[in-house]
Each structure stands twice: as structure tokens, then as C-alpha cells.
């Protein structure tokens, strides 16, 4: 495949940043990535696995002569990091981010760019509950949406660079403003990880009264679950307290809805909660005729034996 960028600055090490370097390297789109994060463990296990071409031991240097710069930290350290990097960026160079919340990180990040650094955020639909420097694999971004998310006055030609890029590691681009991309992904993933926390907190209270049937019973629906609640904390502290009204709004909805459902157990309303389930049903159907998961049953899990 053709090369995109000579050299790739990639700022966090986690599992973003090593799904992208494996999957950018894997498909030759890069010519020289470098890596810093910012403990020293992390850096020298990312040298120990041969993460990156080179881990720097700062991030200025890191983002040295690189053509484009991607800030994979939590979206809390955003603003930090561009403070820092910001006058070692290369005139006509990239900088882009893969942050779940869109308005912060521009609030947070724009204030630091130099004048000819062109910023083009995005977001890959992609994760798994891993975090570090060990937790990517190439094939994370297979199949799944890379949403671009340009600033007015932006410039194209970088714009359809980085697609270039997200293209060439698998992944299918779309571009989306700002606002609307943190109220969809409230929906989409935010709420649902709160709703995951919450009820794996209240299962872990119940637990003490219950030993270990929580555990042992698990596989009925729970263990969906623990798998999304058992996310990094950093990352998802940073994620709620930075798209707070968002998932405030959907979480509200969720409180209204939640009272209905409640509200028709407790009148013995069968009819209303038959059709409640259909409905959510046809969802699933829509996300399985889009290719966003398997319909395979046991909630897509290969079956052990
Ligand atoms: P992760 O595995 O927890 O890794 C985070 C990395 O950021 C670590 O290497 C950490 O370094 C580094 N870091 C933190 N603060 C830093 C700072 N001030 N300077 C330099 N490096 C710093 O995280 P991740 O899952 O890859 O997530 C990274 C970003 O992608 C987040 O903004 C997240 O919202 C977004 N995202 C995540 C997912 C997902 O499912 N995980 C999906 C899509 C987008 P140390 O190890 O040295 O502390």
C-alpha cells in the first residue's frame, strides 16, 4: 500500500496508539513512527515489545520533524499535551487526536497550535476493555467507522490525508460536526458504559448477601456487563466529566424511560412491555445488517470446545 506520512508522532502509547502503529506498519502507510508516554514504564516496555521505530523521552522531541501527530492520551490530558507539543510542531504538519469527546478536545487543543499546523480530529469506533502498550493488535480498526470530525476553514487536503490513513488501516471514514458527534456517541457508547458501571456495582453490593452466585451465574446477561465495566478508569472518568451534558441528557431520558418500564412491571402491564422489547429488538437487527457485529448467538462469543 502506499505510504501516507513519512513519519507519525504518536503521544500516548496505550491501545490506540499500538492497534495504529501495528496496523500502520503492517500496511506500510507510515515510513517512521515515533512513540513517548509518559511514564518511564511505559516507555521501556514499549521499547521491550518494539513498539514504534523509537520512543523519545520527551514528547517535544517526539513530535520532531513528524508530518502528522496523533495525541492518543485521555481526553483530560488533551489540552496538556498540545500546551507542550505545540511550538515543536512542523510548519504544514498534521495534528490530530483520537479522543471519545470532540468539543473539549478542540476547545482544549486549539489555543496551542502554531500558525500552518492544520488540526483535524477524529475518533476510531474501536476498543476493547485492554488498555497499555501491549493490548493493540492490527486488526482493531477492521470494519469499523473512523468518524472525522474537521474544523470550519480546515484545511482539505489534510483532512482527506488522515482518511487516507484511517482507509488504509481498515477502517470506513465519515465525516461529523463536533456537537452532534458527542450527543451520538452519549447514546452509543458513553451512557451505556455508565449503565454497565452502575449495574456491576449494584451486583458486587448484592454479592455480600448473595456469595458467589453473582459470579457463577454470570453468563445470563451479567458478564456483558463486567466486560464494558471493567474499561480503563482514567479514560472514562475523563470521557464523562468532559461530555457532561451530553450524557446527562441521554441519561435523563434513560431515568424517564426506566420509570415507565418500572411503572408497567408494576401495574402488570404486559402489552407495553411486549412492545417495548420489539422495538429494541429491530435495533439489534439494524446494527447486524450494518456489519457492526455478528449475529451469532451467546452475545457472539465463540463457543469453547
Ligand atoms: P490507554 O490504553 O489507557 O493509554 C493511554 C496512554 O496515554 C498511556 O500510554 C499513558 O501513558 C498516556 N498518557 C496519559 N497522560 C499522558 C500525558 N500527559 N502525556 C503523555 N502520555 C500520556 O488509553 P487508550 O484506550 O489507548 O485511549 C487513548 C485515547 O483514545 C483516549 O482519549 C480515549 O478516549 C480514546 N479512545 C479509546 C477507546 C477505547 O476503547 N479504549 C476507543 C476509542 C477512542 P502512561 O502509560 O505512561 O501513563
Not at 499535551?81 to 504544514?92: D, H, N, T, Y
Not at 445470563?220 to 478508569?233: E, K, N, Y
Not at 422489547?277 to 457492526?292: L, N, P
Amino acid at each position: 500500500m502506499k505510504r501516507v506520512y513519512d513519519r507519525v508522532a504518536l503521544i500516548g502509547l496505550g491501545l490506540i496508539a499500538s492497534s495504529m502503529f501495528h496496523a500502520m506498519k503492517r500496511a506500510g502507510l507510515a515510513g517512521e513512527v515515533v512513540g513517548y508516554a509518559k511514564t518511564r514504564e511505559t516507555r521501556d516496555v514499549a521499547r521491550d515489545i518494539g513498539l514504534c521505530d523509537r520512543i523519545c523521552e520527551t514528547a517535544t522531541e517526539a513530535v520532531e520533524d513528524a508530518d502528522l501527530t496523533v495525541l492518543c492520551v485521555p481526553v483530560g490530558a488533551m489540552g496538556k499535551v498540545a500546551a507542550e507539543i505545540g511550538p515543536a510542531l512542523k510548519r504544514g504538519s498534521t495534528l490530530s487526536d483520537v479522543g471519545s469527546v470532540k468539543q473539549s478536545v478542540i476547545e482544549e487543543v486549539s489555543p496551542h497550535l502554531p500558525d500552518g499546523v492544520h488540526f483535524v480530529p477524529a475518533h476510531p469506533l474501536a476498543g476493547t476493555e485492554h488498555s497499555g502498550p501491549r493490548s493493540g493488535f492490527a486488526e482493531l480498526f477492521q470494519g469499523r467507522y473512523t468518524l472525522i470530525v474537521p474544523r470550519e476553514n480546515c484545511d482539505r487536503e489534510a483532512v482527506e490525508r488522515i482518511k487516507e490513513l484511517w482507509r488504509g488501516i481498515g477502517a470506513t471514514t465519515e465525516e461529523m460536526d463536533a456537537a452532534h458527534h458527542d450527543l451520538t456517541l452519549a447514546v452509543t457508547s458513553h451512557a451505556p458504559h455508565l449503565i454497565a458501571y452502575t449495574m456491576v456495582g449494584v451486583a458486587d453490593d448484592i454479592r455480600r448477601l448473595t456469595s458467589n452466585e453473582v459470579i457463577k451465574y454470570s453468563a445470563a446477561g451479567f458478564r456483558d456487563f463486567t466486560r464494558i465495566a471493567a474499561s480503563d478508569p482514567t479514560m472514562w472518568r475523563d470521557v464523562f466529566l468532559d461530555n457532561r451534558e451530553a450524557t446527562l441528557e441521554i441519561l435523563g431520558r434513560f431515568t424517564e424511560e426506566l420509570f415507565a418500564l418500572q411503572r408497567a412491571i408494576r401495574t402488570g402491564n404486559g402489552e407495553m412491555l411486549h412492545a417495548y422489547f420489539s422495538r429494541t429488538r429491530k435495533i439489534r437487527r439494524g446494527i447486524i445488517e450494518a456489519g457492526q457485529d455478528t449475529d451469532a448467538p451467546d452475545f457472539g462469543r465463540a463457543k469453547k470446545d
